[in-house]
Nanobody
Framework: QVQLVESGGGLVQAGGSLRLSCVFS????????MGWFRQAPGKERELVAA????????YYADSVKGRFTISRDNSKNTVYLQMNNLKAEDTAIYYC??????????????WGQGTQVTVSS
């Protein structure tokens, strides 16, 4: 059974930083593209960042380019989202997600429980 467990959310002031972590188990991590989604109240869920299985291909939403960095450590079955220069509009529940395949698309197969990120202005 695939499990994704996020950590690292919290409350931070605007301009601050947070690093989210997601530990993956139950499937071969190195064959899975990984992503971070977020959903703010009243808004649709959006793909924020994603990385291919080998880490060589990455995707970022325009709203986070230059501020967020996705990375993965295949030796630890973990994917990270480093978030810098946070803004109030980054406030959302952040979800880690995994695909059955190694390339990036908008469709993901497995989901974590989510972690709350709140940015105070």
């Amino acid at each position: 059974q695939v499990q994704l467990v996020e950590s690292g959310g919290g409350l931070v002031q605007a301009g601050g930083s947070l690093r989210l972590s997601c530990v993956f188990s139950g499937r071969t991590f190195t064959t899975s593209a990984m992503g971070w989604f977020r959903q703010a109240p009243g808004k649709e869920r959006e793909l924020v960042a994603a990385t291919s299985s080998g880490g060589g291909s990455r995707y970022y939403a325009d709203s986070v380019k230059g501020r967020f960095t996705i990375s993965r450590d295949n030796s630890k079955n973990t994917v990270y989202l480093q978030m810098n220069n946070l803004k109030a509009e980054d406030t959302a529940i952040y979800y880690c997600a995994a695909r059955k395949y190694g390339w990036i698309t908008q469709e993901f197969d497995y989901w974590g429980q989510g972690t709350q990120v709140t940015v105070s202005s």
